[in-house]
């Protein structure tokens, strides 16, 4: 059976866009993560509505995730600009 490996891309844009992080490996260095963890639990875990992580880790990961996307996510959902 073939897994196709999911695009880190929409969350850097994401990541970009909330916090000026240049990447998922800069935003898991600030929050003090270990960059391929966090690179390894996004591909693993985000967009996912099956399940939720089951590790210690990856679930930080993906709560602190939601935690820093979440408004950028609302402000899309809601169609309204970020004003600068």
């Known amino acids: 059976m073939r897994y196709s490996i999911p695009s880190t891309e929409p969350v850097s844009r994401l990541l970009r866009r909330a916090g000026g992080w240049r990447g998922i490996s800069d935003w ?40 820093d996307i979440a408004p950028v996510v609302d402000r899309e959902r809601s169609g309204t600009k970020e004003v600068a």
Request: charged fraction near 30%; hydrophobic fraction near 30%; aromatic fraction near 8%.
């Open 28 to 67: 898991a260095r600030d929050r003090g993560f270990r960059p391929d963890t966090a690179l390894l639990v996004i591909r693993r875990w985000y967009g996912r509505t099956d399940r939720r992580p089951h590790g210690g880790i990856s679930r930080q990961i993906m709560a602190q995730l939601e935690h």
